[in-house]
């Protein structure tokens, strides 16, 4: 959650998560929390994680955030891939 958030909120949030050999898309959900009322969807964005993996140490990526299938602004996730492999 973003504190100070504007229209230019910036997260510093790590997120670790096992990607299973079947799954491919990573769905990102940006939410307006809300104290008093319903939290309010601002957009989803969809991201291939076979299209995304990369031998850097961390990929910035630009992801477009839609609503009801209109653009709604986009983020920038920096990622990293780990394996457990040797």
Do not use: R
Not at 3 to 30: H, Q, R, S, Y
Not at 31 to 54: A, H, K, Q, R
């Amino acid at each position: 959650m973003n504190e100070d958030g504007g229209k230019n909120p910036k997260w510093n949030a790590k997120m670790t998560f096992t990607k299973e050999l079947k799954d491919d898309i990573l769905c990102i959900e940006v939410w307006n929390f809300s104290e008093l009322g319903s939290n309010d969807l601002i957009g989803v964005g969809f991201i291939s994680i076979t299209e995304t993996l990369s031998l850097e140490d961390v990929l910035d990526k630009k992801i477009n955030i839609y609503f009801h299938g209109e653009y709604a602004g986009e983020i920038i996730v920096d990622l990293k891939f780990l394996t457990d492999e040797p």
